[in-house]
Structures are given as structure tokens and as C-alpha cells.
């Protein structure tokens, strides 16, 4: 990274606005292209219905470290401005609440609006003069050998040039497609039989007038059926509101055909939301608002020569249940720069990222998806809470002994995802070798207390 | 299919060519589209580097049955314009030779010429009325909703109506896009380690200035080398040509860098190669002939509503080491038309189709790329040719234990492809424990000889 090289960086969403600064810090000239329109010039609030995309993000430590890599002052900025959420809390079906705290040390990940943060990305890219922002540009083509990029804007198309592009465009990345055309890429995309749908749940009005939140705002609520669930996350902001999201099989939402229908099943499975939301409102929202599906992409390389390489969900989109996808994404832009710094060459560093990105992307992937079954599931099983609240113990008493739960190392740490996966299956295997253990243990200390209690009594009876 | 619908066939390669034909017979109105010229007008003769793909196919009964199911006169004409395969002949590097047939009662599969294929199903086309063909189309965009498809010719953007689109447009279809954009597909899309590299043998002249093969034109032939492998067809024609094809990993073509490399590496790997080419000749074509790449594609499903359907390539992409891609291909668009005939509507037909096919091209996905394995290493271990010894042994004598080999249930039957993998998996197992009860049944005939002989020796020296 010698000379300033151009960078065409396609997707102003907060992964791509990120790696601008970070290229603006390394000396390129960099562009960084929307299809969209700039979000500042509409409402900044975001909505399902114009985005598609979940309006409540989980910032945790891998995204505050992908932030404090392109300015400190922005991350302290960023951090201040959330929502810290120290644990899940469970609903149960008689509307009792359990909190399940996240770190015995009360360390939180953070509820943040994604529009406010693309904002304040968008902000600080203005700070640069080494970066050019252009909304309303969709990709059409790229011709990585002679580094031409194509838009196509409402006055025509644009040709650029660029020696790099990063794909920064989400799960059906325009970028992707160019790159496949160029590498060979292995490429997987799979639907989980589920739909989403958002139901805001808005603040309560005290009898002051005052409005606070409907729920503990420091929680993650959770409502797990185990074959879907309903999960809400405060909203930052005056109004005090919460965001729900209902993931379900698309055979649960199409039984739902008439208000009552819906009425009934909230009844049955969420009796506490009812009254939070109110009847109207609820059915309103249901049968109005976007089902969303959810996809996971896998692929492999992401990067061509060292001219095209994909970052954040054009590289790696992945199911939301572990609250993963944003923090990722920056995780992948300081990863990058970390390749980019250790080579000498753009080329080399493209090389070495995607040979130890990939192993990374694949497991936060698969974690992602075996989360959702946690979620629904297994948090109100006792095998898992007693592994929980062992992993825990040895953690907080024996730090020592480097046991952390998995949520910990992808959440709390930089631990490399597939490092905690691995460290994670081998702790289960350890933790129910030892459940074996301890059960020998009590069988054995049984047969002695039968056999000693025998000789006594026969002792006592011939004596 | 009751009135006249419309189904415009994006590609007109031979899966899209016969779907014609199965539209047409069932009173359709079909168009035709590809994006290439009429090969008609062009020279019949396919060659890899226009066309990117291998000139010659391995025609076998589920290939067969789907032609009969368009034309009885049109089968009855291809096969007997065909080379008769009946089995691999093996070459070591002493460039011995030895044959495994295919099958004991001499079923064979067809070396026959793509190109050819092609163009006597585009004739056959011409013959009915409801057909159209349409080339020079590029397809840009499908609306399946307004039923309208836009394709860009040389003239301009045509836009015309369809009731269905099929997609016959190969591994990286235009059609699957639009279905990607449509429907939740879940996709699956791997390259192998392996490149190939067409090189032709050319025919040996006699004494006598006549024209022969050089090798024998009724095997298939194979240098399998375990990490690699050349293999060899003879071309149908005058000529008396073979088609080699020479598939490794990237690496060792990265490795062969002057001619004298590529020589070094024939002598050891593949001596009696070379005198059938000539060194001139295979230093030629190997530096100058493209290297392509195989993919193998997984998608489900195939179908949106009513409105679109892939076929073929575009659907399962598979590696060509079974030969069963255009087979498998033409078994689709029979199973198709049975699959609509048993439904009352196209939108049933299309939804049965896709629950009843899906299990089987993945099947037959995963055998080819098992059989990569097979032909450049399992043909010459003893286990492998011991299992296809005994079960073609059980398959001539025992015909009613039902056992066949995988080989013959794949090419010489329409025994669905996930019955055939299942059925092989089973012999398997139960070859192996005959195989341990041979063992111990060997090991209890020697123990019970060395405790008589020893009885024997004994009562002898003490008698």
C-alpha cells in the first residue's frame, strides 16, 4: 500500500462505511457507492417495510474493536449511545420472566438503531476529504482486468475506474455475482424453513403521562416455543418502545388466516404481549407487515487478484439469532487491513485474508444457525443451563482454567470463531465426560452405602 | 394441460431441444431461445475452444428412454449413428492394457458426438408446426408475474409472453437467476481441484493409406493415476479420431511449464500416449488448448408456482465422471411430462416434480463426484475389482437375488438414482461382512487343520 490507490467500495451500509474510513486512514482515494439514496436526506428512523432489514442491531466487542480501529472518538461516540443488555430474559407461557444474565462479570452487548449508526458512520466519512460519496449508483458490471466499474444512475450510466472493489452490498451482493464471473467460487446459499416479522411493542404511559418502556430494556426478552419463538429488544430513542420479532415456519404463519386466529395464538403462547401491544394494534401490525425469510451464504475465496474482494453479508450472510452479522462484518474489515498491513503487496494481502477469514466465517455461520435452536429450545432445557451455570462457576472462580461459554469468546472476545467452537466442543465433551464421572461417583458411593449398611445390619442381626 | 399454453425453452443445447419436442407433442406453443447462433449454420463439428465444453457424450438407457418418450424414429436413428462402449480399458504406465467390461451380458453405453445430437433434434424440431426457434436471444429478465420474458438480440430487446419458462441454459443459467429472485432457492455451487484439458489422438494411417483408430473405439479409455487421470473416447466420423481428455489439480498443470515438462510427464505417466499423438502435436495442443474447470451444482427447488422450471444443467450441474449429465438431463424432462400428465394442473405438476426429483439429482451428483475417485484410483485395487467380480458374478448367475452393480443400475436401467445409491450402499455392507465371515470361516478351517494335524503329529509320534 504504497502509493494511493483508488478504491470503489459498493454498499454505504455500516460494514462499507467502515472499511471507507479505514482506507481513507490508509491513504486511498476511496468512493463509496449506494444504490439507495443518502438516509440522511430521508427519515433517519429505519423501517421493515422500506429496508427489509431488522431496525435493532447487537453491537458487541468485535464491533467496537472494528470501530475503534477507524477512530476512537467515533467508538466512544457509538458506545454511548446504546442500550447495554446484560442477559436474556425467558417468558415462559404463564408470562413469568427468568433472566439468564449473558457474563458473570456483567459484561453486556449493546441495542443500537442501524440507522443511526450508518449515520454516524456517514458522518465522519464526510470528516474525510479522501472520500467521495455517491449514492443512487447500482452496480452493473465490473471489468476487474482493465478496472473499470459501471453504475447506473438515474442520468445513465457511470464507468469509473478502480483498483479495487470491495463488495460491501449484502446477501445478494451485486459485487459477488461480478466476482464469480472472474473466480471460481464456491458458493452456498440455503433458506431456513422460517419467516420473520417484526411487531413493535410501544412504551407504556404512566399515569403521570410519562412514557417508560413496556419491558426491562437491559434484557434481551425472549419468548422460545421451541419450534419458534417471539424475541424484543428496546428501542433507543424518546419513545421508550421495544422491537418484536416473531420467527416462525411459514406453516405456523399461514394457519393464521383471521384476527381471531392470531388472537388465539398469542393467547396460547405469549399471553404477556397482549396487553403490551393491545388487540388492534397487534392484529394491525401482524397481518400488515413484511414476512421476511432468512438466508444463509457461505463462499469461498472472496477475493479475485487484488482486484475485488466481498466483505460483511455479501461474504458471509448468516441467520441473526447470535447477533453476530454486524459485528462480523467489522470484524472483517480490521481482519482485512490486518492482511493488508503484514504483505507487501494488495495482491498477497487479499490472499492471506481469504485463507484465514474463511474457517472464521464458516463457524460464525454454523454457530449462527445452531442458535436459533438454542434460542427457541434449549435455553429452558436443564442439561444446557447446568453446562451454563458450570462454564460459568469455573469462569468466575477459576479463571485459571480459560473456560468461558461460547457466548462469552463470540461475544465479549476477539477469540478467532472457529477457535471458540472448537474450545466450546471440546469443554461439552469435557463437561459431560465429567457428568458421567460424578454419576459413577454416586453409583459407587450407593453400592457402598448398600453394602456397608448390609454387613451392619447383618452384623446387628447375628450378633 | 388442457388449452394451448406457452412455454418459451430458454437454451436449445439437447435438454432444451427434446423439452421442446415433449411441449410440442403435448399441443403446447413452444419457443425455442438460445443465445447462440443456429450451429447449423455454423460448422457441425463442436470444438472445446468455442464451445467450452467436451465434443463428446456418453449416451446411455436413461438418455435412451427420454428420446424414445419424444420420438421412437428419433432414438432409433441416434443410436445407430453411435460408437458401442462396452467397457474401461485400463492402461498402466508399461502401457499394458487390460478391459473391465461394463456389463456380463454386454449392455454398453454410446460415444456419441454433442454437436451432431444437437443439430438431429434441431431438425426434428423443424418438423413441427408449434415449435419456434429463436437464436441470437440473450435472456435479460423474467416477470413471472406478467408472464413476460425480455431477451436482447442484435436488434434490440425483444419482450414476449410465456405461461412457462423452462430453464435449459447450463451450469451458470440465466433462468436460475430469475428463479433465485423469484423463489427461496437453496443453492449449493463447488468447483473441483481439477482442470481439464482436451488433447485429440489423432486416427493411425496404414500401410495401405486406410485410416484406423489407434485405440481399440468400443472401450473407454482410462490412465488412471491416482491423483490424476487421462481418459479417451473415439469420435464418431470418418476420421477415426479419439478425444482425449487429461483432468489434475491446478497445481501440476501450474507445474508443467515448457514443453519438455509436459514430455518428461507424459513418459513416466503416460508412455504409450505419445507415439499415438506424436510429441509436435501434444506439446500443441496442451499448451494452446483451454483448461476448463468442473463444477457441480445443487439447487432445490426447481420450480416457482406455475410459471418456471429448470432442467439439465441449470438445475444439477454435475462432474462428468459418470457420464450421466445429459442423461440425467433427458431423464428430467421425462420425468417432467410424467410428473404434468399425473397432475391436473401444471402448478401440482411442477410442485410434485420437484419433491419427487430433488433426492434423485442429488444423488447422482454426489456419484459423480465419487466416481472421480473411481476412475483415476479405485479401478486398479483389489477390494474394488473383488466387489464388482462378485456382484457381476451374483448379477449373471443369481439374477433373481436382485444384486447389480451401481455402474449398471446407474447406465443400464431407470432404477431412480437415490435407489441405486441406497441399493449399492447396502451390497456394500453386506460384501464386507461376507467378506469377514469368508475371513473367519478361512481362519476356522485353519485352526480346526492345525489342532488335527497336530492330534495327528502327536498320536504319530507317540503311537
Known amino acids: 500500500m504504497t502509493d494511493a490507490k483508488t478504491v470503489a467500495i459498493v454498499g454505504a451500509g455500516p460494514v462499507g462505511s467502515l472499511a471507507a474510513l479505514y482506507f481513507a486512514n490508509?491513504?486511498?482515494?476511496?468512493?463509496?457507492?449506494?444504490?439507495?439514496?443518502?438516509?440522511?436526506?430521508?427519515?433517519?428512523?429505519?423501517?421493515?417495510?422500506?429496508?427489509?432489514?431488522?431496525?435493532?442491531l447487537a453491537l458487541s466487542h468485535r464491533g467496537i474493536e472494528g470501530l475503534k480501529g477507524a477512530s476512537m472518538?467515533?467508538?466512544?461516540?457509538?458506545?454511548?449511545?446504546?442500550?447495554?443488555?446484560?442477559?436474556?430474559?425467558?417468558?415462559?407461557?404463564?408470562?413469568?420472566?427468568?433472566?439468564?444474565?449473558?457474563?458473570?462479570?456483567?459484561?453486556?452487548?449493546?441495542?443500537?438503531?442501524?440507522?443511526?449508526?450508518?449515520v454516524v458512520l456517514l458522518d465522519e466519512i464526510d470528516e474525510r476529504p479522501n472520500v467521495e460519496l455517491k449514492f443512487g449508483h447500482r452496480l452493473?458490471?465490473?471489468?476487474?482486468?482493465?478496472?473499470?466499474?459501471?453504475?447506473?444512475?438515474?442520468?445513465?450510466?457511470?464507468?469509473?475506474?478502480?483498483?479495487?472493489?470491495?463488495?460491501?452490498?449484502?446477501a445478494?451482493?451485486?459485487?459477488?455475482?461480478?466476482?464469480?464471473?472472474?473466480?471460481?467460487?464456491?458458493?452456498?446459499?440455503?433458506?431456513?424453513?422460517?419467516?420473520?416479522?417484526?411487531?413493535?411493542?410501544?412504551?407504556?404511559?404512566?399515569?403521570?403521562?410519562?412514557?417508560e418502556y413496556p419491558l426491562d430494556p437491559n434484557h434481551l426478552h425472549i419468548w422460545p416455543r421451541k419450534t419458534f419463538m417471539l424475541m424484543s429488544l428496546a428501542n433507543i430513542g424518546d419513545d421508550k418502545s421495544?422491537?418484536?420479532?416473531?420467527?416462525m415456519p411459514q406453516s405456523n404463519?399461514?394457519?393464521?388466516?383471521?384476527p381471531q386466529d392470531l388472537l388465539d395464538f398469542f393467547r396460547t403462547h405469549f399471553p404477556d404481549v397482549i396487553p403490551l401491544i393491545g388487540e388492534e394494534y397487534l392484529v394491525q401490525q401482524f397481518f400488515s407487515n413484511p414476512k421476511g425469510s432468512l438466508v444463509s451464504i457461505k463462499c469461498t475465496p472472496y477475493h479475485y487478484l487484488d482486484r475485488c474482494v466481498l466483505i460483511g453479508d455479501a461474504a458471509h450472510a448468516m441467520v441473526p439469532f447470535y447477533g453476530q452479522g454486524m459485528?462480523?462484518?467489522?470484524?472483517?474489515?480490521?481482519?482485512?487491513?490486518?492482511?493488508?498491513?503484514?504483505?507487501?503487496?494488495?495482491?498477497?494481502?487479499?490472499?492471506?485474508?481469504?485463507?484465514?477469514?474463511?474457517?472464521?466465517?464458516?463457524?460464525?455461520?454454523?454457530?449462527?444457525?445452531?442458535?436459533?435452536?438454542?434460542?427457541?429450545?434449549?435455553?429452558?432445557?436443564?442439561?444446557?443451563?447446568?453446562?451454563?451455570?458450570?462454564?460459568?462457576?469455573?469462569?468466575?472462580?477459576?479463571p485459571g482454567l480459560g473456560v468461558r461459554t461460547l457466548y462469552n469468546m463470540v461475544s465479549f472476545s476477539s477469540v478467532p470463531y472457529h477457535i471458540a467452537l472448537k474450545r466450546s466442543i471440546r469443554q461439552g465433551q469435557i463437561f459431560r465426560g465429567a457428568c458421567f464421572g460424578v454419576g459413577l461417583g454416586i453409583m459407587g458411593v450407593a453400592v457402598y452405602g448398600v453394602l456397608r449398611f448390609k454387613k451392619i445390619w447383618q452384623g446387628w442381626v447375628w450378633s
Chains 1, 2 share one sequence.
Not at 75 to 101: A, C, L, W
Not at 104 to 109: L, N, R, S
Not at 358 to 385: G, H
Open 26 to 56: 490508509e491513504g486511498w482515494n476511496v468512493s463509496l457507492y449506494d444504490r439507495r439514496n443518502d438516509p440522511r436526506l430521508e427519515k433517519v428512523q429505519g423501517s421493515t417495510s422500506s429496508t427489509g432489514k431488522s431496525i435493532n
Open 73 to 118: 472518538k467515533l467508538s466512544d461516540m457509538v458506545t454511548s449511545n446504546v442500550v447495554p443488555v446484560y442477559g436474556r430474559m425467558i417468558h415462559d407461557t404463564k408470562g413469568r420472566q427468568e433472566s439468564q444474565p449473558y457474563d458473570v462479570h456483567g459484561q453486556h452487548i449493546n441495542a443500537v438503531d442501524r440507522g443511526w449508526l450508518n
Open 140 to 170: 452493473l458490471r465490473c471489468d476487474f482486468d482493465a478496472k473499470r466499474v459501471k453504475f447506473i444512475t438515474k442520468d445513465g450510466e457511470v464507468d469509473v475506474n478502480a483498483d479495487l472493489v470491495v463488495g460491501a452490498d449484502g
Open 172 to 211: 445478494h451482493s451485486a459485487v459477488r455475482n461480478q466476482l464469480m464471473r472472474a473466480a471460481r467460487v464456491d458458493f452456498e446459499q440455503k433458506y431456513i424453513d422460517a419467516l420473520w416479522c417484526e411487531i413493535s411493542i410501544p412504551a407504556r404511559v404512566t399515569e403521570h403521562g410519562r412514557e
Open 242 to 247: 421495544f422491537t418484536g420479532t416473531l420467527f
Open 253 to 258: 404463519f399461514d394457519d393464521i388466516t383471521y
Open 327 to 398: 459485528n462480523c462484518g467489522f470484524e472483517d474489515v480490521q481482519q482485512l487491513f490486518m492482511h493488508l498491513k503484514a504483505n507487501n503487496t494488495v495482491y498477497s494481502g487479499l490472499e492471506t485474508y481469504t485463507l484465514a477469514r474463511r474457517q472464521d466465517l464458516f463457524a460464525i455461520s454454523d454457530l449462527a444457525m445452531a442458535n436459533y435452536v438454542e434460542m427457541r429450545s434449549s435455553v429452558t432445557s436443564k442439561m444446557y443451563l447446568a453446562r451454563k451455570h458450570t462454564e460459568e462457576f469455573l469462569y468466575k472462580y477459576f
